[in-house]
């Protein structure tokens, strides 16, 4: 728990520089424009769509009895943007995501490297695509057990159960990857991420407990139309500060792990070297016989 809470430390400090600042400005100008581009599009004829198909199929009664049952009644008269929101939202943490992966993630760790690790060898064991291969295989699992609790996402004790997890899970497979990709070559990386699988995963649910913020900003976008371009800006800036300070804490721990992994194989090398220089006891043995001899 220890290097989990330092590498924290390190992260909130180094997202306080400017440069780390400045940063989260490209993926959410892009980001904007993406989104901006699709809601004026296909948000309104996304609701008009789910709202015939509710009346087509009677599911205005299914779905005010489960937020009655729920306590969760006063949202009926919403139900439809709401959902329309929840389909949205994980493409939305995708585009966010991949973003920060591809623009920010590469200068996160030259800037965390060059200041406090300059005495690791940059082996190169990640490359582009494979970031975006593990990007996109993770958001795919991602998404599939989004849509499988996302009825059970209605629920408000577990709400805050399933979404830090599911987060902490993406996370944790996408910037753990980018983190080493240029340190670490492809053992250390498989080996870094297989000892320290359960503290990374750690950090990815806390920064997941993070993400709930901007979710519920988003999803409050269905409450109030006229606010509704706002309240979508600030929660994707808000996502996109949440992977930086993620990528931030993921890169330290990471970094400290891999410096911790190859202090460990030099000083067991070492030892197999010396092994290897002192004689075998048969060899001395033998030569004590010679000698008597």
């Not at 306080?16 to 901006?36: A, N, Q, T």
């Not at 490297?113 to 970031?131: A, C, D, I, M």
């Not at 930086?244 to 721990?253: A, K, R, T, V």
């Not at 290897?276 to 001395?284: F, H, M, N």
Request: charged residues 15%; proline residues 5%; contains cysteine.
């Amino acid at each position: 728990m220890r290097p989990v809470m330092t590498a924290f430390g390190r992260a909130v400090w180094s997202q306080l520089h400017i440069r780390m600042l400045l940063l989260s400005v490209l993926p959410f100008v892009l980001s904007i424009v993406v989104w901006g581009f699709a809601l004026w599009l296909y948000l309104q004829p996304m609701i008009d769509g789910l709202q015939a198909y509710f009346i087509e199929n009677d599911g205005f009664r299914f779905s005010n009895d489960l937020l009655m049952w729920v306590g969760m009644g006063a949202l009926k008269t919403v139900v439809v943007p709401l959902i329309a929101m929840w389909i949205l939202l994980p493409l939305m943490i995708l585009t966010a995501l991949i973003f920060v992966g591809v623009m920010a993630m590469p200068v996160i760790a030259k800037h965390v490297g060059s200041r406090q690790y300059k005495e690791l060898e940059t082996r190169r064991g990640g490359t582009f695509l494979g970031s975006l291969w593990t990007s996109t295989s993770s958001f795919v699992v991602f998404l599939a057990l989004w849509i499988i609790t996302l009825p059970l996402s209605l629920i408000p004790p577990l709400t805050f159960v399933i979404q830090p997890v599911l987060w902490g899970w993406l996370t944790y497979r996408v910037m753990a990857y980018d983190a080493l990709a240029d340190h670490a070559d492809a053992a250390e990386r498989k080996i870094i991420l297989r000892k320290h699988r359960w503290q990374l995963l750690m950090i990815g649910a806390m920064t997941g407990a993070m993400g709930a913020a901007p979710t519920l900003l988003w999803l409050g976008g269905a409450l109030s139309v006229i606010f509704f371009p706002l309240l979508a800006a600030g929660a994707i800036w808000l996502y996109v500060l949440v992977f930086i300070f993620s990528g931030l804490w993921f890169q330290h721990y990471c970094m400290e792990a891999l410096k911790r992994h190859r202090a460990t194989e030099a000083e067991v090398q070492a030892q197999a070297e010396h092994a290897a220089r002192q004689p075998a006891p048969t060899l001395v043995l033998n030569a004590v016989i010679e000698d008597g001899k």
